[in-house]
């Protein structure tokens, strides 16, 4: 199929695009965060697919060729709006975060002290993974929220084993110490 684009067959495209679309949009809403950026980098990556297939080595997977795009795509938005916001806190116009997308559970399935409960925990893990270092943030989506294994994530992001490894374990580590201060602060 990879071949079919590089050639610019719109058919092969079309076919590429819908088989994979749900998968580079999980992805990048999983490092972003925010559904209309996600749209936004998943359209990019399909174009960038598109425009550079001929250059395809097909040394791997095309899947993982697409993840390690999507991945990168994120992963670019998030520092450049890391460098956005920072030049606006220098404004003496300060402007707010972002509102984010907040996720409600269905009133109907829980009880609603229940539900609060389940939403707010939830946002609390989504503010800690977000808070994680890009590389680390990257390595556990696609492990927890893709289901990825180490070895496919090496080759996804094009990196040893044993650095997925290590960015898993720190971004745990990270993780589980922004959790308990939480927990800490919250009891008190």
């Known amino acids: 199929m ?3 684009i590089a050639q610019k067959d719109p058919e092969a495209f079309k076919e590429f695009v819908e088989r994979y679309q749900a998968l580079v949009y ?3 809403l999983n490092l972003l965060h925010d559904h209309p950026q996600a749209q936004d980098v998943s359209q990019e990556v399909f174009l960038q697919v598109y425009r550079s297939a001929a250059k395809f080595r097909f040394e791997s ?6 993840y390690r795009i999507a991945v990168n795509h994120s992963l670019n938005l998030i520092r450049h709006n890391r460098r956005s916001r920072w030049l ?5 116009y300060e402007a707010e975060d972002d509102p ?3 996720i409600l559970p269905d009133a109907r399935s ?4 229940k539900a609060f409960e389940d939403a707010e925990r939830s946002e609390l893990v989504r503010r800690a993974v977000a808070a994680l270092p890009d590389k680390q943030r990257a390595a556990l989506v696609l492990h927890k929220y893709e289901g990825f294994t180490s070895r496919e994530i090496a080759e996804i992001l094009g990196i040893p084993l044993t650095a997925v490894e290590a960015r898993l374990r720190r971004a745990k580590s990270h993780l589980r110490q922004k959790l ?3 927990l800490k602060n919250d009891r008190t």
Do not use: E, G, H, N
Not at 61 to 66: Q, V
């Open 2 to 4: 990879i071949r079919r």
């Open 26 to 28: 999980s992805v990048c």
């Open 61 to 66: 997977k095309a899947s993982t060729w697409l």
């Open 88 to 92: 606006l806190s220098l404004s003496p």
């Open 100 to 102: 984010k997308i907040r």
């Open 110 to 113: 829980a009880p609603p002290d």
């Open 180 to 182: 308990l201060a939480y």
